[in-house]
């Protein structure tokens, strides 16, 4: 093997450019929510028309969020989002937080007023992470702390409509309309597998409960989302599954889903993405202390759910991938390891002609140079493989082939 052909392993050529944010690419994550407008926004989540979800056990009077009468609860789901503009293009979301199935919840549960506007997938660099933690107390300021998605980033324009509630927890929008919190509880811990045992939180067999406002919401993704059940659901207590091991029995509610599937939208503008990449292989590396990934040749940063927390989102990033990690749980990452797609900054203008190697979802070229970083590894072969095997993991062997072939044939 050549040095250079090693050198290649170190430093693929990529093509760069900006996120993929157009209409056309918001309105195809928009069309994954199980919405009930018709493609148009709404006046006000009030006056948005919905859908009746009929649930025949596990209400009473008191704990319906909708009518009920002779044992049966009718409450209407409601969910719009729509994408306009261009240059920034923008994504809206209005939502009650009810969703399209009945869960299983022991106390009152209402609806809520979700409203807000914000520039779709924005251009972040992984150069200027958002959240740069150097020491363990700075990130447990951040990941372990329930407030800490209280603010947006400049850079997604976030807007809250009239009439929306408070969002200052929220951390996005399932596509079944249901909030996604902030990953902490009250207790700024880990709501599933918190340091202490007794703070540990109970959710229903779709990763559901409500909140001390009585909205139902996720910490975690929930595969009823995806696949929605019909009729009564159980407990998580009452699902050996769930109730033996939360985070994989979440994992497995994808286990038709082993593929790029969009869960929802952050309150950022970024998509939310379930536990697999393209390839198909699940996502156990490559995310930074956001649980965000930057998982293309192109630049667009996204969250993916994890068996580990913060499980979706534990902050807006980008952040960075400190060798230090969360106490506010007993099931952190092994690792934040970076698997990135994004070039150098350089004050250099250049035209380049360049060469193509294309698959159906990304394209590669030798116009521009970046690094695909492994946390702890030099120059060794053992490095290198490494590498080559991340870049494996997510784009599958198909690509790389061709990406080695087409270095071949230039050199």
């Given at each position: 093997m050549t040095s250079a052909f090693l050198l290649f392993l170190l430093y693929i050529p990529v093509i760069y450019g900006t996120a993929s944010n157009s209409l056309s690419d918001c309105n195809a994550v928009a069309a994954?929510?199980?919405?009930?407008?018709?493609?148009?926004?709404?006046?006000?989540?009030?006056?948005?028309t919905g859908v009746n979800v009929t649930c025949s056990s596990g209400f009473t009077s008191t704990t319906c969020p909708g009518t009920y009468s002779g044992s049966v609860c009718v409450f209407s789901h409601k969910l719009c989002v729509t994408c306009s503009g261009s240059s920034p293009v923008t994504i809206r979301v209005q939502s009650n937080g009810l969703p399209r199935y009945c869960p299983n919840v022991p106390v009152t549960l209402v609806g809520t007023t979700i409203d807000f506007t914000v520039n779709f997938n924005p251009d972040v660099n992984i150069n200027s992470p958002v959240h740069n933690p150097s020491s363990a107390s700075a990130l447990y300021g951040i990941v372990c702390n329930i407030s800490s998605q209280m603010t947006v980033p400049s850079v997604?324009?976030?807007?809250?409509?009239?009439?929306?509630?408070?969002?200052?927890t929220l951390a996005g929008v399932s596509i079944d309309g249901v909030s996604i919190e902030n990953v902490n509880s009250a207790?700024?811990?880990?709501?599933?597998?918190?340091?202490d045992v007794t703070l540990t939180e109970r959710v229903d067999a779709c990763l559901g409960h409500p909140n001390f406002q009585s909205v139902y919401h996720y910490h975690m993704a929930s595969g009823c989302a995806v696949n929605r059940p019909s009729g009564s659901i159980s407990s998580c207590t009452g699902t050996t599954a769930c109730n033996t091991n939360v985070?994989?029995?979440?994992?497995?509610?994808?286990?038709?889903?082993?593929?790029?599937?969009?869960?929802?939208?952050?309150?950022?503008?970024?998509v939310i993405y379930g536990p697999y990449y393209s390839s198909g292989s699940e996502v156990t590396t490559g995310f930074d202390i956001c649980n965000g990934v930057f998982y293309d040749t192109i630049g667009n940063y996204a969250y993916f759910a994890t068996r580990t927390f913060p499980y979706i989102?534990?902050?807006?990033?980008?952040?960075?991938?400190?060798?230090?990690?969360?106490?506010?749980?007993?099931?952190?990452?092994?690792?934040?390891?970076?698997?990135?797609?994004?070039?150098?900054?350089?004050?250099?203008?250049?035209?380049t002609t360049t060469k193509t190697t294309t698959s159906a979802t990304t394209a590669i070229t030798s116009a521009t140079t970046i690094t695909v970083a492994a946390k702890n590894s030099g120059?060794?072969?053992?490095?290198?493989w490494a590498r080559l095997s991340q870049l494996l993991?997510?784009?599958?062997?198909?690509?790389?082939?061709?990406?080695?072939?087409?270095?071949?044939?230039?050199?």
């Open positions: 994954k929510f199980d919405t009930t407008c018709g493609g148009i926004a709404a006046s006000s989540v009030t006056a948005m997604s324009n976030f807007v809250l409509n009239s009439g929306s509630a408070s969002v200052s207790n700024n811990v880990d709501p599933f597998y918190p340091p985070s994989n029995y979440g994992i497995s509610l994808f286990n038709n889903n082993r593929n790029l599937t969009v869960i929802g939208v952050a309150k950022d503008g970024h989102t534990g902050c807006f990033g980008p952040g960075n991938y400190p060798n230090f990690f969360p106490n506010c749980t007993t099931n952190s990452p092994s690792a934040y390891a970076q698997l990135t797609f994004s070039t150098a900054t350089t004050t250099t203008t250049t035209t120059g060794s072969l053992f490095a290198i993991h997510v784009f599958g062997s198909t690509l790389i082939m061709q990406v080695i072939a087409t270095q071949l044939l230039e050199h």
